[in-house]
């Protein structure tokens, strides 16, 4: 369903969004801490009270993706209902609670010649975000700008419209209750695709950021054709290395959460590496609980020789982000090897190393080139709430600005202040 | 001239510039602080060393440039003599004895299971740097990148090739010299345009980030075609107000400045804006100071009423950069209105507030929104060397990853180190 198709519609309706979210900008931008958290609260307010009727919406939108035929897995992340509208709700309660990240000054230092100066955090501008399925980004991404002092201009998938339209109102509610503008979180009313390309192209200047959140497909495209920055999240191909002094016990009970634990998600590990000295004695056991989880395990030639009745992995099983209960399975040289191997397929997402040798894991966490490198604990901790960020956004993969999860504080840029006595600089 | 134009080997070329550039790049990264210090004193020692060299070299840049009658503000740029040579010498000394930015920890935390968390700076891989006229970006460029553990790739303007080549040259001896690869910091040897736009595409995936530094067409055009992260350094348009409660002598002293210590720098004001309270006042007497300096003065109506001698501004001139000692002089009616003449002409560069009112200032600090925002002080202070940053490969005017002068640091991403015991992650 289309509901704007006029191209010469289009290009005024979209660069009117980008001029009210860089006017509305400059209101959040000065909005202080506690006006955003009350917009915040009053945001779950709304949505809790809003409850019924987006979770009527939503049933619209899930009629339509099941004449679509879409996969099982599309239609659950589709899916609200009481318990998951309440959640957004709850998360919306937490970011408010968060402390705020404008304002808070990085570092301060004065100068021989009596200047002060501070690194402060302040807000990016305007963010474009463009999304698909989950109707709960259009709240999460929404209160993450408000906090972080950021308009926003939302896009959805057209899968979820009618969802995100009920979730959006119950926002605008929230900022409209404090005396923020409305069009400080703005959601594209209209799935014509051209839409993603002018947003992709800035709007005229008033857009500073793209974040998509999607499959490869979307992230390719907007790769390819934004004209402003992006803060993308690619695919998390991540490793768990049971080095040679591994705690067995440990590397039992690490790789199976940091498989199993959820197997979609992009911090779930994909291949377990494994030193040939302790290869022998653990892949056993690891195949056996694994394999009664329901997880297909593929090795490479070692490992296909320790268990025979392993499928051998292809060339390509080690590339693939698999997002399902298959894991691959090498037996690595020794830590250089674990740590080529990791360099060759690695998404540079998060990497584990399990091992009682604090010299090996310094060794790994130093030069595996990694957003987040890990000692002995499950990659599934690979998440913004996990590091306390409170909320994330996603997980960047790039390596410019933001670097892992996405959280409030990410979404700012800094200024310097500098503080003089009426200094002059020498000729 | 042009060195190289069959295009399928210009394409070879550059891709085996960025595999190599990788390669080094992997290598600059897990460098220890000392033997990248060794190597930029190495360099230092060579450029002294291949000084009649070098100057030899750019004299033959210089006579092609008088050949095509290259303005002599150009010819200025690409001028080096032994004192020059020496500068860039020393400045590869200094950079050489600044601290590593890479390896220090930002920030480190743990959770309440155990988890130890620390935000590590990292280096960004391969930078790209596309500059014009002054050889001395190559040996700075060059340096910066090593101190911070990044391989560089380097294209110059054609007007500077021999004088670039031969400092390059000295360069990769240092290199050389300790151990590093000698790709670590390439040249690009042609002076084809089509490598540039190759370059702007990333060569494949091995290039992380642009920094163009350059004229207005330069930007314009790597802002358009990079297909990966750009650091641009657009305009200076830098405003000095005088706020109503300004003391009248420093506020004589720090305009003078701000427009006339050097009027070719970014950090230059030209724009001064003053409140009516104190306009019939003070500008009298700033502009006898600044006319008997060679200044030409070009007001807004009400500036041209208090002085009828002043050239009446245009438009136009309130959003130029003129590098030039023009100054443009608006009356403004408080605080707001200049930080509304900010907003509407600024580059978001550099702007100052002159008072002796706290409260007045904390304000503008706060509202004005500029890379770097100034009370009491000249806005000259837009200088990496003054912010204690030992060097700068320019200043960032855009909001993402880095904001005002880019020094060592700013060359650099970061990376999240966990340490666990064993943690895993609860369904």
Same mark, same amino acid.
């Given at each position: 369903?289309?509901?704007?198709?006029?191209?010469?519609?289009?290009?005024?309706?979209?660069? #009117?969004?980008?001029? &009210?979210a860089?006017?509305?900008?400059?209101?959040?931008?000065?909005?202080?801490?506690?006006?955003k958290?009350?917009?915040?609260?009053?945001? =779950?307010?709304?949505?809790?009270?809003?409850?019924?009727?987006?979770?009527?919406?939503?049933?619209?939108?899930?009629?339509?993706?099941?004449?679509?035929?879409? &996969?099982?897995?599309?239609?659950?992340?589709?899916?609200?209902?009481?318990?998951?509208?309440?959640?957004?709700?709850?998360?919306?309660?937490? !970011?408010?609670?968060?402390?705020?990240? +404008?304002?808070?000054?990085?570092?301060?230092?004065?100068?021989?010649?009596?200047?002060?100066?501070?690194?402060?955090?302040?807000?990016?501008?305007?963010?474009?975000?463009?999304?698909?399925?989950?109707?709960?980004?259009?709240?999460?991404?929404g209160?993450?700008?408000?906090?972080s002092?950021?308009?926003c201009?939302?896009?959805?998938?057209?899968?979820s419209?009618? &969802?995100?339209?009920?979730?959006?109102?119950?926002? +605008?509610?929230?900022?409209?209750?404090?005396?923020?503008p409305?069009?400080?979180?703005?959601l594209?009313?209209?799935?014509?695709?051209?839409?993603?390309?002018?947003?992709l192209?800035?709007?005229?200047?008033?857009?500073?950021?793209?974040?998509?959140?999607?499959?490869?497909n979307?992230?390719?495209?907007?790769?390819? #054709?934004?004209r402003?920055?992006?803060?993308?999240?690619? *695919?998390?191909?991540?490793?768990?290395?049971?080095?040679?002094?591994? #705690?067995?016990?440990? =590397?039992? #009970? !690490?790789?199976?959460?940091?498989?199993?634990?959820?197997?979609?998600?992009?911090?779930?590990?994909?291949?377990?590496?494994?030193?040939?000295?302790?290869?022998?004695?653990?892949?056993?056991?690891?195949?056996?609980?694994?394999?009664?989880?329901?997880?297909?395990?593929?090795?490479d030639?070692?490992?296909?020789?320790?268990?025979?009745?392993? *499928?051998?992995?292809?060339?390509?099983?080690?590339?693939?982000?698999?997002?399902?209960?298959?894991?691959?399975?090498a037996?690595?040289?020794?830590?250089?090897?674990?740590?080529?191997?990791?360099?060759?397929?690695?998404?540079?997402?998060?990497?584990?190393?399990?091992?009682?040798?604090?010299? =090996?894991?310094?060794?790994?966490? &130093?030069?595996?080139?990694?957003?987040?490198?890990?000692?002995?604990?499950?990659?599934?901790?690979?998440?913004?709430?996990?590091?306390?960020?409170?909320?994330?956004?996603?997980?960047?993969?790039?390596?410019?600005? =933001?670097?892992?999860?996405?959280?409030?504080e990410?979404?700012?840029?800094?200024?310097?202040?500098?503080?003089?006595?009426?200094?002059?600089?020498?000729?």
């Amino acid at each position: 369903m289309t509901l704007m198709t006029d191209p010469q519609n289009l290009n005024a309706y979209m660069a #009117d969004i980008g001029r &009210s979210a860089k006017a509305a900008a400059n209101e959040l931008r000065l909005a202080s801490s506690d006006t955003k958290a009350k917009a915040l609260n009053a945001m =779950a307010k709304y949505i809790h009270e809003d409850r019924a009727f987006i979770e009527a919406e939503n049933l619209r939108d899930m009629q339509a993706a099941r004449k679509k035929a879409l &996969s099982e897995a599309m239609l659950d992340r589709l899916a609200l209902n009481e318990a998951r509208i309440e959640n957004i709700a709850s998360g919306l309660k937490a !970011i408010a609670a968060l402390p705020d990240p +404008v304002g808070a000054v990085e570092k301060d230092w004065v100068q021989p010649n009596g200047l002060k100066f501070s690194k402060v955090k302040t807000p990016i501008g305007v963010i474009g975000m463009i999304y698909e399925s989950r109707p709960n980004v259009t709240a999460d991404a929404g209160a993450l700008s408000v906090k972080s002092g950021n308009a926003c201009v939302l896009r959805g998938g057209s899968e979820s419209i009618n &969802s995100n339209r009920a979730i959006h109102a119950s926002l +605008v509610k929230g900022l409209e209750e404090v005396g923020l503008p409305a069009t400080a979180i703005q959601l594209i009313n209209t799935t014509d695709r051209d839409a993603v390309g002018l947003l992709l192209g800035g709007l005229g200047n008033t857009v500073d950021l793209i974040i998509p959140r999607g499959g490869k497909n979307l992230i390719a495209r907007v790769q390819k #054709d934004a004209r402003i920055p992006v803060l993308a999240h690619l *695919e998390g191909l991540c490793h768990s290395y049971i080095h040679h002094a591994a #705690d067995r016990s440990k =590397a039992l #009970d !690490i790789v199976e959460n940091a498989k199993m634990r959820r197997t979609g998600v992009c911090g779930s590990t994909e291949t377990v590496l494994i030193d040939p000295e302790i290869a022998g004695s653990i892949l056993p056991d690891l195949s056996n609980r694994l394999t009664s989880l329901g997880c297909e395990l593929r090795g490479d030639v070692q490992a296909c020789r320790i268990i025979p009745t392993i *499928e051998p992995a292809s060339e390509s099983d080690f590339a693939t982000e698999h997002l399902a209960p298959i894991l691959n399975v090498a037996i690595v040289n020794n830590i250089d090897g674990a740590l080529q191997h990791i360099a060759k397929y690695g998404s540079g997402h998060t990497d584990a190393i399990i091992t009682e040798d604090a010299k =090996a894991a310094d060794k790994f966490l &130093s030069e595996v080139d990694s957003a987040i490198c890990i000692h002995n604990a499950s990659t599934q901790f690979a998440d913004g709430g996990e590091f306390g960020f409170g909320a994330e956004i996603g997980i960047a993969t790039g390596r410019l600005h =933001a670097r892992g999860p996405v959280g409030a504080e990410h979404l700012t840029t800094y200024k310097y202040q500098l503080r003089g006595t009426g200094q002059i600089r020498p000729k």
